[in-house]
């Protein structure tokens, strides 16, 4: 590996008297792809942005020691921070369908009470305090917009549409575009798009209508977290009948397709959108073998344990060179909202998974996946990806 060294613009800087900038030297160093050399100096100026990586002997002094490993600020790709008041409120292992039951009774109507808003104001401070710098988050209504808007923390917020009875496709769309075009208005500086909640709350009509109105941009969509999902769409079987029975949805107008719930939904989508699937527990070799284009593979493992007691396919994932990135999900189905735990439970269920590979998923393949690599996930000339520690008992927190 070629060192690093002090050469900017082609002609040698001098660390040696630049006391605005801040150096920092630690056990290890991972740059958003890859573990540096050990005597790695990280180099931020004035304006928190990354100036060099070079070596130590020519960083000059007044270097920063941290213990551990410095890596860039974690890209959350999956959240809901609309649910935070929900915490410890929902049974661990109900099986999806109980759970969604459970957040659709429970996650309230109408304006945020301030129990609601205190919630999320402490879901946020965890997520940045232990090193998320970058979200994308699930929206269904406007409570947090106040929030975001005085968040250090980068929020995408894919806008979640739902509506599995066909007639009523259009007049849900509608309604979603309208606090859509509040977001672009009240939270003018980040990203915002329309996104399908999951195959089993969206109508083929409504499908339809989504791919035409999100053409080009980023989008998300909860995939096979629950096998009644494949067998709703195979022989239209299942539990995900009984959800619907319980809550009055007709479902007269699906027709189960005969495959898996991945070959029914994906094609929908051909006007460019980057998709970023969430979950996929019980995705298959042949769902990923039938991809049309590229799909970005989200794993919140700690939701999927705590909901389903099942382990995300990394494996899989792996080996088709699927693209990779991590979530939290949300309080309803998490324990926390940190990444770091998410990292220490994949090492810890799949041993054989390294770190620098799991650190890769949080940091440059997240912010690839929000398109924000101009700015966060790695640690390049330029960029101000945030600065996190990682410490020897498991720990992060932000610099």
């Known amino acids: 590996m070629q060192r690093p060294n002090a050469v900017s613009g082609g002609k040698f800087t001098c660390y040696q008297s630049m006391k605005l900038y801040r150096k920092y030297k630690a056990n290890k160093i991972f740059n ?57 409120q929902i049974p661990e292992h109900t099986g999806l369908v109980n759970f969604v039951q459970h957040v659709m009774k429970s996650r309230g109507e109408g304006a945020a009470t301030e129990m609601m808003m205190a919630a999320m104001e402490q879901a946020a401070a965890e997520l940045h305090r232990s090193g998320t710098v970058a979200v994308g988050d699930i929206c269904n209504t406007a409570h947090a917009v106040r929030l975001k808007q005085q968040s250090p923390i980068y929020w995408h917020n894919f806008i979640e549409v739902s509506g599995f009875v066909a007639g009523a496709a259009a007049k849900r769309l509608e309604a979603m575009q309208l606090l859509l075009d509040l977001f672009k208005t009240e939270h003018a500086l980040q990203q915002s798009s329309l996104s399908p909640h999951a195959p089993y709350s969206v109508s083929a009509k409504l499908f339809q209508l989504l791919n035409d109105v999100t053409a080009g941009q980023i989008i998300s969509i909860h995939n096979q977290e629950a096998a009644a999902e494949n067998e709703l769409y195979r022989d239209k079987s299942g539990a995900f009948l009984s959800l619907f029975e319980n809550f009055g949805i007709p479902i007269d107008s699906f027709t ?98 390294g770190l620098e590979e799991v650190l890769g998923w949080a940091t440059l393949n997240g912010a690839r996946a929000l398109g924000i690599e101009e700015k966060f996930g790695s640690f390049d000339k330029g960029k101000a990806p945030g600065l996190v520690q990682l410490t020897s008992d498991g720990k992060s927190r932000l610099l």
């Open 32 to 88: 958003g792809r890859e573990f540096l050399p050990a005597d790695t100096v990280l180099i931020i100026n004035e304006n928190g942005a990354v100036d060099n990586l070079v070596a130590a002997a020519d960083a000059g002094d007044d270097i920063r020691l941290v213990e551990g490993t410095l890596c860039p600020g974690f890209v959350n790709a999956h959240c809901h921070i609309e649910l935070s008041h929900l915490k410890g």
């Open 256 to 353: 189960a397709t005969g495959t898996s719930s991945f070959q029914s939904w994906r094609p929908y989508f051909n006007q460019g959108q980057r998709i970023i699937a969430v979950h996929n527990t019980f995705i298959s070799e042949e769902d990923l073998k039938e991809q049309l284009q590229p799909v970005v593979f989200c794993i919140c493992i700690n939701a999927n344990l705590y909901i389903e007691n099942k382990l995300p396919p990394l494996d899989m994932l792996m080996q088709h060179d699927c693209d990779i990135v991590l979530g939290t999900d949300s309080y309803a189905s998490n324990r926390q909202l940190n990444m770091m735990e998410e990292i220490n439970s994949i090492l810890h269920h799949f041993p054989h998974i």
